[in-house]
């Protein structure tokens, strides 16, 4: 704040040497007026935190997005790295399995729908979800769950589930 007042006090003794002409002098002074009320609200305003369910979709966000776009890297870093499929020993024979039917596919078409999100008991939440899938080999619609932690890197994905009906 010291600096902004600074900075505008100093802005303000150069535009009464500069401008002498009354109207540049009141736009000027509207200039600085408004620069003031800029750095005051810079210093005062603090970020206003993204909230954890607003978090958790922008993390099933960037998990679709991989994964629609075939992205191998972007997609594995959307889970844990403790993550292990129900199919596998661990996590990389997961991810090796994950890699390979990327590679394999020409293309995806991914849509979610109806997802609702909410916290458990254990601070960790899950996102429940219609899904979508059609790529150039296999397409289905099924209901699923993703379970989310939160790790120094963001929330990730350590559980994944069918949801039978």
């Known amino acids: 704040m010291l600096l902004c007042n600074v900075v505008s006090v100093r802005a303000w003794q150069t535009m009464r040497q500069i401008h002498c002409d009354r109207q540049k002098l009141v736009v000027s002074l509207l200039i600085f007026i408004s620069s003031f009320f800029v750095c005051q609200s810079a210093v ?5 935190p993204v909230s954890t369910p607003e978090a958790i979709y922008a993390a099933l966000d960037r998990w679709q997005i991989a994964w629609r776009e075939l992205d191998k890297d972007g997609y594995i870093s959307s889970y844990s790295p403790t993550f292990v499929g129900k199919q596998y020993a661990d996590h990389s024979s997961w991810v090796t399995s994950r890699e390979k039917r990327l590679t394999s596919q ?7 729908s109806g997802i609702v999100i909410f916290v458990r008991n254990d601070g960790k ?7 979508q899938y ?6 289905e619609t099924s209901r699923k769950q993703l379970l989310f932690a939160k790790y120094p890197k963001g929330w990730l994905i350590v559980s994944e589930s069918e949801i039978k009906n």
């Open 44 to 48: 005062v305003a603090a970020p206003t």
């Open 106 to 112: 020409r293309w995806i078409k991914l849509k979610l």
């Open 125 to 131: 939440y899950a996102a429940n979800f219609t899904q």
């Open 134 to 139: 059609q790529s150039d080999s296999f397409s």
